[in-house]
């Protein structure tokens, strides 16, 4: 009995697997062939569903108002952000320094400069005074 059950393990490798042998094991798996779904027959009567020309037109006059919305939304944002002399008064004229127009360029004034220039030297000398010691 035990022989018999050798013999038959011995004989079931040694039968070459055929079917194993031909499928590669990296390959996709081919595709099952796909069914064709039956036509659709509309008849002439039926509409396709589209919107109407009143629709069109809220959507037009939509899309319009909120273009127009999001321009004046800007614009009042560009006035109320503006610098002061920039903005126009009430008389049409530009606000700013001794009748100066848009555009011209105000003169410096001494006093500033002489700050800045107090300040360049003091941030000189301590740079100065900070530098590593060579030996």
């Not at 390959?27 to 396709?48: I, M, R």
């Not at 959507?59 to 002399?85: K, Q, S």
């Not at 105000?106 to 400069?113: H, I, M, V």
């Amino acid at each position: 009995m035990r022989s018999a059950l050798i013999a038959v393990l011995v004989a079931a490798l040694l039968v070459p697997a055929g079917a194993f042998a031909q499928s590669a094991p990296f390959q996709p798996l081919p595709q099952a062939p796909l069914e064709e779904p039956p036509p659709v027959v509309t008849s002439p009567g039926q509409g396709d569903g589209g919107i109407s020309g009143l629709q069109e037109g809220l959507l037009i006059f939509a899309g319009i108002a909120l273009v127009l919305g999001i321009g004046v939304a800007i614009a009042r944002d560009a006035r109320r952000n503006a610098p002061a002399e920039a903005r126009p008064t009430s008389g049409g004229s530009v606000a700013g320094a001794a009748g100066e127009g848009v555009g011209e360029r105000r003169k410096p004034d001494p006093r500033a400069a002489q700050k800045q220039k107090a300040a360049a030297k003091r941030a000189r000398q301590a740079r100065k005074r900070n530098r590593p010691v060579r030996k």
